[in-house]
């Protein structure tokens, strides 16, 4: 599985952002998809995780009830809604892709090439 996020950029804080991550092959249905996070000189971090189906949804507790995981699988696609976004959610943002269980942590096979999002204050 390939992994292209799309849709970062510089937003004021209280702004929204809608990221997207574009994957190939046939078998997207088939993963879990998540996000993450990775501001300067921090760790990589979670951020929200999709089943397979799209009914069951994970949040870390410093987005839960901002952003929205959302996907389509008949366009190979999640996204990642943010709104009331803050200086804090600057990072690059991650997507990625693994088998079977849902998952907060780092254990995911496939791993997109990262998109930048800044939010100024």
């Known amino acids: 599985v390939q992994l292209q996020a799309s849709g970062g950029g510089l937003v004021q804080a209280g702004g929204s952002l809608r990221l997207s991550c574009a994957a190939s092959?046939?078998?997207?249905?088939?993963?879990?998809m998540g996000w993450f996070r990775q501001a300067p000189g921090k760790e990589r971090e979670f951020v929200a995780a999709?089943?397979?189906?799209?009914?069951?949804?994970y949040y870390a507790d410093s987005v839960k009830g901002r952003f929205t995981v959302s996907r389509d699988n008949a366009k190979n696609t999640v996204y990642l809604q943010m709104n009331d976004l803050k200086p804090e959610d600057t990072a690059v943002y991650y997507c990625?892709?693994?088998?079977?269980?849902?998952?907060?942590?780092?254990?995911?096979?496939?791993w997109g090439q990262g998109t930048q999002v800044t939010v100024s204050s």
């Open positions: 990625a892709a693994r088998r079977l269980t849902m998952s907060r942590r780092n254990e995911y096979d496939y």
């Open positions: 092959g046939r078998t997207f249905s088939s993963y879990v």
């Open positions: 999709v089943s397979w189906s799209g009914e069951t949804t």
